[in-house]
């Protein structure tokens, strides 16, 4: 197995695991981001759950490599939908913040597909 692609991976697992613990702990660095975007708190722990899953099948991917594609995909398309989110907001300060996430899951999903 590539050791980049494992260390890009378990870094992006573990980036967005914490991501999800954040949101399920109501980390004020995110959420008064999100109610600021608009996001619903009802969805708070979907969005939380949707981040856990990915990590948990980035980490399985090792094993089974479809599917820490599929999740990596997911979370590319989850963290996307974060851009856009900032973006319709014009919370141009906080724009960074979803690029932070989106990136390592990219480097996993380009690195799983290259493997």
């Known amino acids: 197995m590539n ?9 992006a697992a573990l980036w967005t ?12 660095y995110v ?12 969805w708070w722990f979907l969005l939380g759950l949707a981040k856990a899953a990915g990590a ?4 399985a991917g090792l094993v089974v490599p479809w ?8 979370l590319v398309l989850y963290f996307l939908g974060a851009v856009v989110t900032v973006v ?3 919370s141009w300060e906080t724009l960074v913040a979803p690029f932070l996430y989106l990136v390592p899951a990219a480097a996993a ?6 493997a």
């Open 88 to 90: 319709r907001a014009r």
């Open 109 to 114: 999903l380009t690195l799983g597909v290259l």
């Open 17 to 28: 695991g914490f991501s999800a613990y954040s949101i399920w702990a109501k980390a004020p």
């Open 31 to 42: 959420v008064e981001p999100l109610a600021h975007y608009g996001v619903p708190q009802s």
């Open 3 to 11: 050791i980049a692609f494992t260390i890009v991976t378990v870094a």
């Open 56 to 59: 948990l099948g980035l980490l």
């Open 67 to 74: 599917i820490g594609i599929a999740a990596a995909a997911g």
